[in-house]
T-cell receptor, first 114, second 113 residues
């Protein structure tokens, strides 16, 4: 059973701090990794994708990937109250002959306190 | 405006009734997906379709059916055989050549009593 694990939180950080969200996955052949942000009652929004080992930065967000350790993380710098949401980690999986399917973690709830 | 639309936003049904959830996209995406989300749970794949007139079962297809007669549309029917139909249903689609990159519609919250 392919799995994606996340700490459910809640993770609470003060405004302006760095929030660090972590995710591990079980399928060694996974090649594509994504972070989605989901506000309460809303649908997930794709915020970051990463395909190679190392760091990828986009504004205040940095995704980090370590395939050897099967670990992907999301750093949010200068956290704002508007970043308060649940963050879902998703990893691609071979499924029915297609690599286009994603396995989602249950999400980490982030709370940024003013 | 390009995007993925789902309707209705909220849906209420009595137990034993079939109900069809709409998903439409005008992004020229090939692949489309249906997920359900329950409180405290990750997204679980119900059905997916990579091309018109073809679709595959996901992890939890029992009690659901789909069709893909047009590229733009991928409706999901929740049948009376689905034991726990109350959930948040999410439709997603992927751009051509980027099948793993999924974008979600706003979702339909279904309540069955």
């Amino acid at each position: 059973q392919k799995e994606v694990e996340q700490n459910s939180g809640p993770l609470s950080v003060p405004e302006g701090a760095i929030a660090s969200l972590n995710c591990t996955y079980s399928d060694r052949v996974s090649q594509s990794f994504f972070w989605y942000r989901q506000y309460s009652g809303k649908s997930p929004e794709l915020i970051m994708s990463i395909y190679s080992n190392g760091d990828k930065e986009d504004g205040r967000f940095t995704a980090q990937l370590n395939k050897a350790s099967q670990y992907v993380s999301l750093l949010i710098r200068d956290s704002q109250p508007s970043d308060s949401a649940t963050y879902l980690c998703a990893v691609n999986a071979w499924y029915g002959g297609s690599q286009g399917n994603l396995i989602f973690g249950k999400g980490t709830k982030l709370s940024v306190k003013p | 405006d390009g995007g993925i639309t789902q309707s209705p936003k909220y849906l209420f049904r009595k137990e034993g009734q079939n109900v069809t959830l709409s998903c439409e996209q005008n992004l020229n995406h090939d692949a489309m997906y249906w997920y359900r989300q329950d409180p405290g749970q990750g997204l679980r794949l119900i059905y997916y379709s990579q091309i018109v007139n073809d679709f595959q079962k996901g992890d939890i297809a029992e009690g659901y059916s789909v069709s893909r007669e047009k590229k733009e549309s991928f409706p999901l029917t929740v049948t009376s055989a689905q034991k726990n139909p109350t959930a948040f249903y999410l439709c997603a689609s992927s751009p051509p050549g980027r099948a793993v990159e999924q974008y979600f519609g706003p979702g339909t919250r279904l309540t069955v009593t």
